[in-house]
């Protein structure tokens, strides 16, 4: 498969998710973050809260319960969770998105060690 994201977002700092199977570039804001992730293998999310999220799906599927409401989200959805609200789900191998978070410590940078 071609690579779905340009040099410019291959070059960013990897983001250090403790999830098995998941590359994910991560664009530090003051106050923000926005990473751009792709899964190799199927990956069930715990449930958990955090700040606001809002993400794009370029490719694949996603499963997500928001808040007790299980949604689908495909190819040019749009999903958005707010602040504190509860929520889980699967994401299925070969799944690629733009996340945004309204938390500028959401992630740390990935060491290369």
């Known amino acids: ?18 999830l098995d199977g998941i590359k994910a570039y991560l664009s530090q804001g003051k106050d923000h973050q926005i990473l751009f992730m792709k899964f ?7 449930e958990h809260s955090h700040q606001s999220q809002w993400g794009i799906v370029l490719e694949g599927k996603i499963e997500l319960v928001i808040d007790g409401e299980r ?15 509860k929520h889980h789900g699967k994401i299925f191998a070969g799944y690629t998105d733009i996340t945004y978070f309204h938390q500028k410590d959401r992630y740390k940078v990935k060491s290369r060690c």
């Open 1 to 18: 498969m071609k690579e779905i994201f340009p040099d410019p977002i291959q070059k960013l700092p990897e983001a250090d998710i403790p």
């Open 40 to 46: 190799e293998k199927d990956v069930e999310l715990p």
């Open 71 to 85: 949604n689908i989200f495909e190819k040019g959805d749009r999903y958005f969770i707010p602040a504190g609200v």
